[in-house]
């Protein structure tokens, strides 16, 4: 999300910028859907994947609309299910695959759809909408098919999620020194804040769950706080050229569904190749 791990710029202003109170019964509630699905019917965590990650390319498509960028939201959803069903099936190969038959399904569905006009323009967006956050996300069944895929899941999103708080802790206490002019909220303390949870959460989490060494855990933590943080700034970048403040307001306290998915669909493929070849 957004300005999460700074707090507060340098020039001043709110200290915070969300509603906690509300920001913490939904980060409880989403917690808890995902741990009761995960650790009871592996399938079961897909659909809820799937229908979080879908809410969020609508989100991206009603964004690119509004500098009238042209995406089809049917096809990249039937993208983005087939996908996690052939990652978590088949594995990377068939992932791959389906990757491909679909962003050249879209380049022919906007080739009969609007005319030539803005081809390039709508078709690009469409194949980057396919592939951020749909064929990112689709690493989360590649996680999950392992024997030990539900912790390998948990550790990732704890990690990814430590960034967050500690980064928000941080930034709230500390942050003074502003990181970059795309997230003005964000600040180096704010990133060590990060970088520290997510070191920290990593290590426990990976000997205690996966009965690994304390520097596997610490290397996945350390770089989940880095691509959290590019996970942000990407997003960030995203609305800043559309205009936008918000890709979406489902959630109440955290703004839409891509809000929480930036920095989790940024951080999955590093995590999921470290622990396939740790593990």
Not at 249 to 274: A, E, N, Q
Request: net charge neutral; aromatic share 10%; charged share 15%.
């Amino acid at each position: 999300m957004e300005e999460r791990t700074a707090g507060t710029s340098p020039s001043g202003g709110s200290r915070t910028g969300r509603n906690l109170p509300a920001a913490i019964g939904v980060g409880v509630v989403l917690g808890a859907l995902v741990i009761g699905s995960l650790y009871t019917i592996k399938e079961l965590f897909l659909l809820v994947v799937v229908g979080a990650v879908g809410v969020g390319v609508v989100e991206l498509t009603r964004a690119f609309a509004t500098r009238d960028i042209k995406v089809p939201a049917v096809p990249v959803l039937g993208g983005l299910a087939v996908m996690q069903a052939a990652a978590y099936w088949g594995g990377p190969v068939w992932l791959l695959a389906t990757f491909a038959i679909f962003a050249f399904v879209l380049l022919i569905w906007r080739m009969f759809s609007d005319g030539t006009e803005g081809y390039v323009r709508d078709a690009t967006a469409s194949v980057f909408t396919l592939f951020y956050p749909a064929l990112l996300s689709a690493f989360v069944a590649m996680l999950l098919r392992a024997d030990d895929g539900d912790h390998r899941v948990v550790i990732f999103i704890a990690v990814t999620v430590a960034s967050d708080i500690g980064g928000y802790i941080a930034g709230v206490l500390f942050g003074r020194h502003r990181m970059t002019a795309i997230s003005p909220k964000k600040t180096w303390e704010g990133f060590a804040g990060s970088l520290i949870a997510c070191t920290a959460v990593g290590a426990w989490l990976v000997t205690w769950l996966l009965g690994g060494e304390l520097w596997q855990g610490a290397l996945i933590g350390a770089l989940a706080a880095l691509l959290a943080t590019v996970g942000d700034l990407i997003e960030s970048m995203i609305k800043r050229d559309l205009g936008i403040k918000d890709l979406g307001t489902i959630l109440p306290g955290h703004g839409g569904l891509m809000d929480r998915l930036d920095s989790l669909v940024t951080t999955l493929v590093p995590v999921w190749l470290l622990m396939t070849v740790f593990f």
